[in-house]
T-cell receptor, first 116, second 109 residues
Framework: GAVVSQHPSWVICKSGTSVKIECRSL??????MFWYRQFPKQSLMLMAT?????????EQGVEKDKFLINHASLTLSTLTVTSAHPEDSSFYIC????????????FGSGTRLTVV | DQQVKQNSPSLSVQEGRISILNCDYT??????FLWYKKYPAEGPTFLIS?????DKNEDGRFTVFLNKSAKHLSLHIVPSQPGDSAVYFC????????FGTGTSLTVIP
């Protein structure tokens, strides 16, 4: 089945530094990937939709200059949290959809970001 | 390897009947399970959850059952309504989150 690999699984960084999170579709081509932020025991919040070869579409309230998304190939999308602050500490999850609709959505296992 | 599986990609149910969505997992260390509902072009929204120390949690028309020995989770919706038509994801958490691939529920009026 479709597999999405997300790295790193957890990261601790200092305030003011940048962190890059990678999301790879291992055995399928993902023209569209989604980036979510998970707050404890709450809904996944869709941050942006990433389309291969074009600019990402950000949801209202998400700072595109702070959360840089690059989807340079059909198997890789990256989310870079720039100038991280403690309030950016969260669980970030990516999701990808195969070109074949019946595959549905496949989620990465998430990245737990802690900014100190 | 898929640690959380939803083997039925789609399900159709008549309005008023019960919808049962199933989810299987492989890791006995998961301690928390969640169900999300997703409409097209929207992010998933949290629906209901259950801790591994319980076997049932009910919230209105939604009930989640957990069978730890079988490593099986199910979501019951009764009575089903057309507005329940959406994609439902189950998820399990330990140190990380693992999501199923979703089941598309269609409730027929």
């Amino acid at each position: 089945g479709a597999v999405v690999s997300q790295h790193p699984s957890w990261v601790i960084c200092k305030s003011g530094t940048s962190v890059k999170i990678e999301c790879r579709s291992l055995d399928f081509q993902a023209t569209t990937m989604f980036w979510y932020r998970q707050f404890p025991k709450q809904s996944l919040m869709l941050m942006a939709t990433s389309n291969e070869g074009s600019k990402a579409t950000y949801e209202q309230g998400v700072e595109k200059d702070k959360f840089l998304i690059n989807h340079a190939s059909l198997t890789l999308s990256t989310l870079t949290v720039t100038s991280a602050h403690p309030e950016d500490s969260s669980f970030y999850i990516c999701s990808a959809r195969d070109r074949i609709p019946n595959y549905g959505y496949t989620f990465g296992s998430g990245t737990r970001l802690t900014v100190v | 390897d898929q640690q959380v599986k939803q083997n039925s990609p789609s399900l159709s149910v008549q309005e008023g009947r019960i919808s049962i969505l199933n989810c299987d997992y492989t890791n006995s260390m998961f301690d928390y399970f969640l169900w999300y509902k997703k409409y097209p072009a929207e992010g998933p929204t949290f629906l209901i959850s259950i801790s591994s120390i319980k076997d049932k949690n009910e919230d209105g028309r939604f009930t989640v059952f957990l069978n730890k020995s079988a490593k099986h989770l199910s979501l019951h919706i009764v009575p089903s309504q057309p507005g329940d038509s959406a994609v439902y994801f189950c998820a399990a958490s330990g140190n990380q989150f693992y999501f199923g691939t979703g089941t598309s529920l269609t409730v027929i009026p």
